[in-house]
């Protein structure tokens, strides 16, 4: 705090505090995106464990977060990197048509690479945990599709959010249908098959998450290449 303090005075001198109406009301649009794709996200990320604690033990939500643990956030840490460094880059870039497609050829390789490497992470990672949480093939290769597909929209996700309202429409969009997707799902198959249910509810989610938000861009994309074939039938 003290540090903070220090920097902050000596750096005052440079700050230039002024309101800028345009600006505002850029912050104000987006903001009420954000605040609807982050109660989106709040829902479908927990919905899960509590009503894996509902129905079933509290044991249950230790176990079920060792796996998310082990596949999904160790994932998320490296696609984090990742787009930390993607989203500037791309955002340089007015026509993206070509970074989607490319994008698109990079999918094949994150899955046939990173599906055995989130397979040994959660072994790994289960095996520090100890014989508390027992190793089971099924929820492994169900928590590590499921971690891919969390890294794949996320990709998706941030590549449009560069394009401006119109691609922070389509992450919405695709945020929501997973929210609403997830919920319903959760709510189904939890009390049927109990962990397998839960993730499976977010794997299912995330593929048609993924659809909507694929579909959506194309459509964009599919519309900009109509117009451009119209102006150039103008000239």
Not at 121 to 132: A, R, T
């Amino acid at each position: 705090g003290i540090i903070g303090g220090i920097i902050l005075i000596s750096l005052h001198k440079y700050l230039i505090f002024e309101f800028n109406k345009p600006w505002a009301k850029i912050l104000n649009r987006y903001s009420r995106f954000a605040v609807l794709g982050g109660i989106s996200f709040t829902l479908y990320t927990n919905i899960d464990k509590i009503l894996i604690n509902k129905y079933m033990l509290l044991a249950d939500v230790g176990l079920y977060n060792a796996y998310y643990y082990a596949s999904i956030n160790v994932i998320g840490l490296f696609s984090g990197i990742f787009i930390t460094v993607f989203f500037p880059t791309v955002s340089k870039y007015e026509d993206k048509t070509q970074i989607f497609k490319r994008v698109n050829k990079f999918i094949p390789f994150l899955i046939v690479f990173g599906l055995p490497f989130t397979l040994l992470s959660e072994y790994l990672v289960l095996e520090l945990f100890g014989e508390k949480y027992p190793i089971n093939i099924l929820l492994m290769l169900l928590f590590a599709i499921t971690s891919l597909l969390v890294a794949w929209y996320g990709i998706y996700a941030w590549l449009f959010n560069s394009e401006g309202e119109k691609g922070v429409k389509i992450t919405l969009s695709g945020t929501g249908t997973i929210a609403i997707t997830n919920i319903i799902l959760n709510i189904y198959l939890i009390p049927r098959i109990g962990l397998y249910g839960a993730i499976g509810s977010t794997a299912i989610a995330y593929c048609i998450g993924i659809g909507v938000v694929y579909v959506r861009r194309g459509n964009i994309l599919q519309h900009r290449i109509n117009n451009s074939r119209n102006d150039f039938k103008n000239e």
